[in-house]
């Protein structure tokens, strides 16, 4: 499909399945007994998969409401990238840098389980992915917010990237001062190298109820600095600039 045309987003919790649609036999694209699926259909089948089998463990949970509290409020969506790794109903590993064959920019998904199993960014608890290559920490791709904490901003074809740690957003830890370690160095190495980053931006569905992540392209590290973040404390900035040559943003 064309990334310019505007395409109907299905999310999870809107399809019914039943409980063997959820656990059908592994990823496949039923296009005859001699059609090679491409990445593309590859990236649909198992966001197919993810939204069946995400329905259906969001049934039971509704089911077990007022039993265990763990199994009531546990996070379906993780549950569902678990089942689907652990079943390999998953494409696009292990982690890249650059272009994720299958993914096009305008892309959207509801959870970064998602990004995860479609092989586009693969640390869910972390806003930027990374490999270590002969040694080096390299960034693969980062997902962006624009909420007040992190402060992260976009621009035309230009995106400032808040770097991670020092519990900024903690509620329950005390704010530190960012290092220049993990992501954030993986980051600076992207820069020095000259290395593209996959980049996605996070932030609130058009109805209101939840997020979405919409993926933007590749892009280049221009440069970073330290400044004071909302907590007082120092945090890094990145600015990226998007590589020229790709689809336009949705």
């Known amino acids: 499909m064309n990334p310019s045309q505007k395409r109907p987003v299905v999310y999870a919790g809107d399809v019914v399945v039943d409980h063997a649609a959820a656990n059908s036999e592994p990823v496949g694209v039923s296009l005859g007994e001699d059609h090679v699926p491409t990445p593309r259909e590859k990236v649909h089948e ?7 089998v995400f329905t259906q463990l969001d049934r039971e949970k509704q089911a077990r409401r007022g039993g265990d509290l763990y199994e009531a409020t546990a996070r379906i969506d993780l549950k569902t990238q678990v089942f689907l790794e652990k079943e390999g109903k998953h494409v696009n590993t292990p982690n890249r840098i650059g272009q994720v064959p299958g993914i096009e920019v305008g892309d959207e998904f509801q959870y970064k389980a998602e990004l995860r199993v479609v092989g586009l960014h693969f640390r869910t608890m972390s806003g930027i ?7 080096v920490k390299l ?9 007040y904490d992190f402060d992260d901003k976009f621009d035309a ?13 903690s509620k329950e830890k005390k704010a530190e001062d960012q290092k220049m370690i993990k992501g954030n160095l993986a980051l600076a190495n992207s820069m020095k190298h000259k290395r593209e980053v996959r980049v996605i931006r996070g932030g609130e569905r058009w109805d209101g109820k939840g997020k979405h992540y919409v993926y933007t392209g590749l892009y280049l590290v221009d440069k970073y600095w330290l400044e004071k973040g909302v907590s007082g404390k120092s ?16």
């Open 46 to 52: 198992v966001l197919r998969v993810f939204k069946e």
């Open 129 to 135: 992915d990374y490999v270590e290559v002969e040694g």
């Open 139 to 147: 960034a693969t791709s980062i997902v962006s917010s624009e909420r």
């Open 157 to 169: 074809d230009v995106a400032i990237y808040t770097g991670e740690g020092g519990n900024v957003i």
């Open 235 to 250: 945090v890094y900035k990145f600015k990226l600039c998007r590589i020229p040559g790709q689809p336009p943003l949705p």
